[in-house]
């Protein structure tokens, strides 16, 4: 009897406390199911507000910003998991991914992530963590930049490492050819599903010439431009992306809307107008993946459904949960010391 009051004052005192800690409904910690959209539901209950809001205005600055933090999650997702690994600047014994092939000159829209640690530090110290702050931004792009939403399940945690050679080998290139780039997906959990709605993405924002210049020249070898790549418009590429120089001139990946996340990337590959090697692959070497890039370019809904489906599914992959692996970080670019 006086077993179960003890218990229950403690069980009482517990909800007294409970705005004071951030917790997940569930209990298990092996794999995204640990995630929880009410995490900071009672800790911090603007998080998801002060997020949306600075992303807001970055967005109304610039709106490419939104394709940018979009893309970080990925970069993100894709190395030891959604940790915000990627975030870390090098310092001691942490080689910066930043560095790496697929993010140097080319990642961009910490700034902005900075902006929000800020804010939620001010709010809710050591609270939020930054790899949940970047599965928000992502979101929350994808929403002002015409997209869809979806629910972001959170209580990722920060890494205390990073993985330069992950970032380089893990991240697909644009030039791998697409069972490379299906592998690497497939090494995350991710189909061919996720796959054509996840390369969506690039219905906005920006590459440089140098990401796709091989297709121009000299796809295979042979001195020839790509035979999957549209002529006329590969004449109009070759104007302000050299054999030499010019490699960080930028293109539109949707040069149809290319602020606008819609489906007109499908439409596009289907006109052999795709812009990067791994985008029209989707479209040439897979009757699955043609399948699936001729649905999204009739059904901008079916797209949009299955994008936000294979986001939340990114986003789950490897999160650090519970309270021993991983840490809140109080600065985005360092671990705590
Ligand atoms: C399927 C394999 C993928 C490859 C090979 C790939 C490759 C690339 C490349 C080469 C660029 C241009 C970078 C530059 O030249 O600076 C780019 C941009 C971009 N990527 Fe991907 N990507 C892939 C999948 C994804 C996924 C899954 C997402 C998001 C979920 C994504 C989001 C973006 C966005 C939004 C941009 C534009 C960024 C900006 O303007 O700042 N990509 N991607
Ligand atoms: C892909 O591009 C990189 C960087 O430009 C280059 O070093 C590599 O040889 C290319 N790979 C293939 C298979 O063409
Ligand atoms: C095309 O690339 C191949 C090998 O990558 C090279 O041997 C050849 O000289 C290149 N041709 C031209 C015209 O650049």
């Known amino acids: 009897m006086s077993n179960q009051f003890t218990r229950f004052f403690i069980f009482l005192s517990l909800l007294a406390f409970a705005p004071s800690f951030c917790f997940s409904s569930k209990s298990s910690s092996t794999n995204g199911g640990s995630l929880s959209p009410h995490f900071y539901d009672h800790c911090c209950p603007k998080a998801q507000e002060i997020v949306k809001s600075i992303v807001a205005k970055a967005v109304a600055k610039e709106a490419r910003m939104a394709a940018s933090l979009l893309r970080l999650h990925f970069h993100d997702c894709f190395v030891q998991g959604c940790d915000a690994s990627l975030l870390l600047d090098s310092s001691g014994s942490i080689v910066s991914e930043k560095g790496s092939n697929p993010n140097r000159n080319s990642v961009r829209g910490f700034n902005v992530l900075d902006q929000i640690k800020s804010a939620l530090e001010k709010e809710c110290p050591h609270t939020v963590s930054c790899a949940d702050i970047v599965a928000l931004a992502a979101r929350d792009s994808t929403v002002l930049a015409g997209g869809p939403s979806w629910v972001v399940p959170l209580g990722r945690r920060d890494s205390r490492t990073a993985s330069l050679s992950g970032s380089n080998n893990d991240i697909p290139a644009p030039n791998n050819t697409f069972q490379t780039i299906l592998t690497k997906f497939r090494r995350q959990g991710l189909n061919h599903v996720d796959l054509v709605a996840l390369s969506g993405s690039h219905t906005i924002g920006n590459s440089r010439c140098t990401s796709f210049r091989q297709r121009l020249y000299n796809q295979s070898g042979n001195g ?10 590969a004449a109009q590429l070759r104007r302000r992306c050299p054999r ?3 490699d960080q001139n930028l293109f539109f990946l949707d040069f149809v809307s290319p ?3 819609d489906n007109s990337y499908y439409k596009n590959l289907l006109a052999f107008k795709g812009l990067l090697s791994s985008d029209q692959s ?3 070497k897979s009757q699955t993946t043609m399948k699936l890039v001729k649905q999204y370019a009739e059904n901008s809904k079916l797209f949009m459904e299955q994008f936000a489906q294979s986001m939340v599914k990114m986003g789950n ?6 309270t021993s692996r991983g840490e809140i970080r109080k600065n985005c670019r360092k671990i705590n010391s």
């Open 259 to 261: 602020t606008k996340f």
């Open 317 to 322: 992959i490897s999160p650090l949960t519970g």
């Open 224 to 233: 020839q431009p790509d035979n999957t790549l549209d002529a006329s418009y």
């Open 244 to 246: 030499s120089g010019g």
């Open 282 to 284: 989707l479209l040439t």
